[in-house]
């Protein structure tokens, strides 16, 4: 895809607010920034000076455009270009203006919400994607955000835990961007609230950006401020110099267009409606022969789901109604059996909960640094029940983003399947939803009926409260379909302009 046709005026405003190289200080440097800048004192936000802004007409929202819009067929890729009826705010006359729209992947059904106070703006993106991979946000110009969540690695980064500034080990996965747009909670432990939350957290945090001795974000607007580049691109957008808010603002703009979607599982989906619907049948239920329907049309443009799945488009095509058959019975598992949308539901296959696995136990017990949510809550609002619990992770592109569970100690998706059969692990606090609550409820009324209890059964507390983990028992055939659907919900390939850092609009 190019962009050769994209509006003129991004094209400008990217090539004059980002123009490289820099002309000013490099990251690190202490070098006061141009006269006639604020304080420093005025690190975390300021109030917008229209006058240096785009003009309202020359300004390019962003909209996004869903599978259920009548538009969605019509644009040719994900950032497509169009105009849109538009009135100006000062002398309320109508106008066609420029938009960029985006055609947000098959699957998910609903756009991301965007703040009222943070409007998409194209500007505003083009801002926020080169503060994403720009490195000057860290005190010594080492990392950036594209560090820990990179494109090439999955929006995450491939390790266990991840390396930060000075070479400094963090303490847990690092979590994908895939479709965080629609997280009700950021991070694994759910402290932040939005995009604009968590684009703040690793600049002040000493393990990942932040190697100084002052206030992080009050250093690194002085290392903004000091770019010229950055503090024109920062006037046009927001109508004032580089700021907290306003740096949070644009990378977060950024980071809601990185969605993920259109999987062969998708696809198979939609076939089955085309085909009820050609039916007249009214029976919306998925067949072998709708995964059929679609690895036939992959096989015939060798797509990247081949891959996913292991098949060669040039050896594997008489495989394909037996793939298909496999598939849906892994989906039927996952929906059933396996219990797994007992967290991973919706669009993104995630119920936005946190739940204690048994991730992090060591020998029954839990550390104070995986007690998780709970540490988050706030004080006199301590609720027992998220000891040890942490974020349900969506089930989109797991085939880039391993290693897995908060702690990147399952390295496969066969690893996790075993993991979720013995039911977790065993703790004092672990969830429900992964518990035999029924043979615990048996246990407490043989052994107060003084009749033998197995004594397999940990118990806890004064009370020796039984935890008796929801063994799922799924045969070695049922766990490889299982896997097998789990790769089947991979998804396409993200659209250049989102996932090649040296692509922008008009460029």
């Not at 604020?38 to 975390?44: H, I, K, L, N």
């Not at 098949?311 to 008489?318: I, T």
């Not at 060591?362 to 640094?369: C, F, T, V």
Request: charged content about 25%.
């Amino acid at each position: 895809m190019t962009f050769r046709t994209l509006l003129p005026v991004v094209a400008l405003l990217a090539a004059a607010a980002l123009a490289l190289p820099r002309s000013a200080a490099q990251p690190g440097t202490k070098t006061a920034p141009p006269p006639g800048t604020p304080p420093v004192e005025a690190a975390d936000f300021l109030l917008p000076d229209e006058s240096k802004m785009t003009p309202f007409r020359e300004r390019v929202p962003i909209v996004f455009v869903t599978s259920n819009q009548p538009e969605w067929k019509s644009l040719k890729g994900f950032w497509s270009e169009g105009t849109q009826n538009a009135a100006d705010p000062t002398s309320g006359a109508t106008f066609a203006q420029k938009v960029v729209k985006i055609k947000v992947p098959l699957g998910l059904t609903q756009a991301p919400v965007v703040p009222a106070e943070n409007p998409m703006t194209a500007e505003k993106w083009v801002l926020g994607k080169k503060l994403y991979y720009d490195k000057i946000l860290s005190t010594d110009g080492t990392v950036a955000c594209a560090s820990c969540h990179s494109p090439t690695k999955g929006f995450a980064d491939g390790r266990r835990t991840s390396t930060g500034i000075n070479s400094a080990l963090g303490p847990i996965n690092s979590p994908t961007v895939f479709n965080t747009a629609y997280n009700r909670f950021q991070f694994w432990d759910g402290r932040g609230s939005s995009l604009e939350d968590q684009a703040q957290g690793p600049v002040g945090n000493n393990k990942e950006m932040f190697g100084g001795k002052g206030d992080p974000w009050e250093e690194a607007v002085v290392r903004l401020r000091a770019d010229a580049e950055y503090v024109k691109a920062f006037n046009r957008v927001f109508g004032h110099a580089p700021t907290r808010d306003a740096a949070a603002k644009a990378v977060a703009t950024y980071e809601r267009t990185v969605l993920l979607g259109n999987s062969l599982d998708d696809r198979a989906y939609a076939q089955m409606r085309a085909r009820v619907t050609e039916e007249e049948s009214g029976k919306f239920v998925l067949k072998p022969e709708d995964y059929a329907t679609v690895l036939k049309a992959e096989l015939a443009a060798k797509g990247p789901a081949l891959k996913d799945l292991g098949l060669d488009p040039e050896k594997d095509a008489g495989k394909v109604d037996e793939v298909g058959k496999r598939i849906l019975n892994g989906r039927t598992l996952f929906f059933d059996k396996a219990r797994c949308t007992n967290c991973h539901t919706g669009d993104t296959y995630t119920d936005h909960g946190f739940h204690n696995l048994g991730v992090g136990v060591k020998d029954g017990s839990l550390p104070l640094d995986e007690f998780g949510r709970f540490v988050r809550l706030a004080t006199g609002h301590k609720d027992q029940t998220f000891v040890g619990a942490f974020k349900t992770p969506g089930t989109r592109g797991l085939l880039w983003t391993a290693p897995y569970m908060h702690s990147g100690e399952e390295k496969t998706l066969e690893e996790v399947v075993e993991f979720y059969d013995r039911g977790g692990n065993v703790n004092p606090w672990l969830s429900e939803k992964m518990r035999d609550t029924a043979a615990e409820a048996a246990y407490v009324k043989a052994r107060a009926e003084g009749k033998p209890v197995d004594p397999a059964v940990k118990t806890f507390g004064p009370s020796k409260k039984p935890i008796i983990p929801l063994k799922l028992n799924l045969s070695a055939q049922e766990k490889a379909d299982l896997v097998l659907f789990l790769k089947a919900l991979n998804g396409e390939p993200l659209d250049p302009i989102v996932a090649n850092p040296d692509a922008f609009p008009g460029r």
